[in-house]
């Protein structure tokens, strides 16, 4: 649902074409600019906005990541620079193809005045979406200012004013006004609620308060709201740098380091999935694992049917945090399940419509560049007298080694004209995890004692 | 005017007789030159092409005329200059002879008739108007039980009207195209047959996919339905071969070979698509034909035992995944 803020540059050749920008490629595209001869359509700019734009405005830069030998750019985002040496931190998601894909990109910094100079990767912290760079030859470009981080122990108030600084769309350096609503509740790695208005091209840009000092970096949006928008907390960006300060350029692509982060990340995903346990009473017959409203969200709708045929309600639960690995996210669960009354239909048309509706499952989600085809494991299974019908697929990353995703689908088969299907996905586990989750999952299918 | 020795017919590409010619002496000269006793308009032809008489002995013999071309008797190539007897017992066949891109016969008095074919008898699938209507019937039958189990309750009305109409469509015009063939190559229609053809291969078809879906559910053999393309390819080859046998029933092993031919390219063809597609070869990645509780067979298995199954996977897909980084 939220959209990441590095703007492609199509879509800017599309824009300037048309004549105004558009948002990122979901419903609905909204105008996020005015046209540029209309300075009073913008909002007034408050005495401290301008005050902290000057401030902050020697330390902001943008990062256009560049094909190299063509010297088009293929994305843009924006940073901060946090160390008199040219330390800079921003968004993983705006640097991922220069990580990812050296041999074919670079990294160019473009300051508020117009400067331009390479830069390169120190470390990533594909978990949280950030990464810490550095000025490719600080000699030569002279000292820096640095922005500073507000530490843990200065909480904010809700509803606090707040700044969030970058280059939105390419268009130029831009603060935006808007407020700090605390962390955004149910997310699996913390993340700030910012109501603002972040653009593409905004990621890894600095959010500061009054004082100048850095609360968060700009990572994402939801496009189907206003004004929500997404942080990351500074601290994470203080730890990655005192973590990478005097490290190496990174040397080649990035994915065993990507590969080693995600598997750092579903251990502690798989463990904490399995000990919140299930939500009680989610079926009048059976006990139908349904995940608590920790790190999830579940929706659920009830659908009697028009047509005289199945009536079933079903419930979704999804994971907000999915970890962004450059061609693909990965690194959530999720489970779902529908609950069949097939009275109307009687036995054997309740039979065909079960089985259409354990037929309709795709495990397609990445392309063969990516993972393997699924291979399953399927049987009848008995837990303790109720029997499945169950399915595990697994799938194999090709760039992620030791890393899988798993698929359980799971059918009831003990009464003739009713049941429930469930499906379980958790993407990017070990095999380890995945059959872990796996049986954790099927296991709790049961009748109500 | 003497008793006729032997009748020379002219044949056109579906065997049927253009033209015929009574021989009332020898010799018999065939050929495009003016002269001859029958004179072909066929520009691969030699003026005089073929001549058939009695040689030293009184055998009946063939002499190939000065031609580029030769000739073929009984399938056999004959060069120009060439001379051989003619079988003209009463037992043998009347001989088949092509002359550039003409087709002849010769019958020879000396060959014995053969006797006379008993009409309808060529075709004999299950002969007669009650045996196909009672096949229409249970072909209807069967599709539209299925249509019934897959329709809302409802829309049942709309879904068997919609099925009616599309199943009247599609196997009129299924049997309409193949009688236009017979109709073009053996100048009868043969509509009947090509119908119960149909009506077999749709029902032979749905047995088939029910049986091996009520299998697969029952035993937990998910590689039934997995593979039971294969059976279906068999049918559609059947189809095919009986079909044939209304457009081309001179060439039963020709039109055998085409059909297993073409029902082993097909199957050939879907494996090397499943492998392509799923990197396996059967079409179905996991059994998905639920049946009422009470058709179930197989035992349940202990989760434990399942999970177990479960874990061997992973040998098969680090296999792919490195078998793809190392193609990349």
Redesign the interface.
Known sequence: MSTYLRHLAALLMLASVAGGVHAAPSPPPVPLVAPAADPAASAPVSLSARKVYEQARSQLVQIRTVLKGQASQTSVGSGFVVSKDGHLITNFHVVSEAALKPERHELVLVTADGRETPAQILMLDVLHDLALLKVADPKKTGGFDALTFRPDTDKLAQGERMYSLGNPLDVGFAVIEGNYNGLVERSFYPQIFFAGSLSGGMSGGPALDQAGRVIGINVARRVDGEQVSFLVPASFASALLARGRDAAPLKGDAWPIVAAQLTAHQDVLTERFIAQGWKPGTHPRYSVPVPPDRFMRCWGSSEPSRTGGLDFERSDCVMDTRIFVGEFNTGTIATRHEAYDGSNLGTLRFAAQYSASFRNEGFGRLGPQHQTKPQCHENFVDRKGLVLRAVVCVRAYKKLPKLYDVAVLVATLDQPQAGVQGRFDAQGVSYASAMKLAQHYIEAYAWVK | MSSTLALLEVLDRDGVVRQSLKVGAWPLRVGRAFDNDLVLDDPYTAPEHLRIARDDTGQLALTVGDSVNGLHLNGRTLAAGEQVPLPAGPHDKPLLLVLGRTHLRLRLATQRLAPEQRLGTARVLTQGLPTLLVLALAAALVLGFNT????????LTKSLASFAISALAIGFGWAGVWTLLSKVFTHQAHFGWHLRVMLLAVIAWEALMAGTSLLAFAF?W?WITDFNFVPAYAILGAMLYFHLQAVEPLHPRRTLGFAVGSALTGLALSLWFNVQA???AGSE??????????L?V??????TD??Q??????T???A??KK??AE?
Do not use: C, I
């Open positions: 019934w189990l897959e329709s809302e309750p409802d829309l937990s998910p799923t990197d396996r990645l996991y059994m998905n034909h639920l049946f009422p509780p009470a179930r197989a035992k349940p298995v202990e989760l399942f999970m199954g479960a874990a061997e996977l992973q098969r897909v680090d792919k995944a793809t980084d990349d």
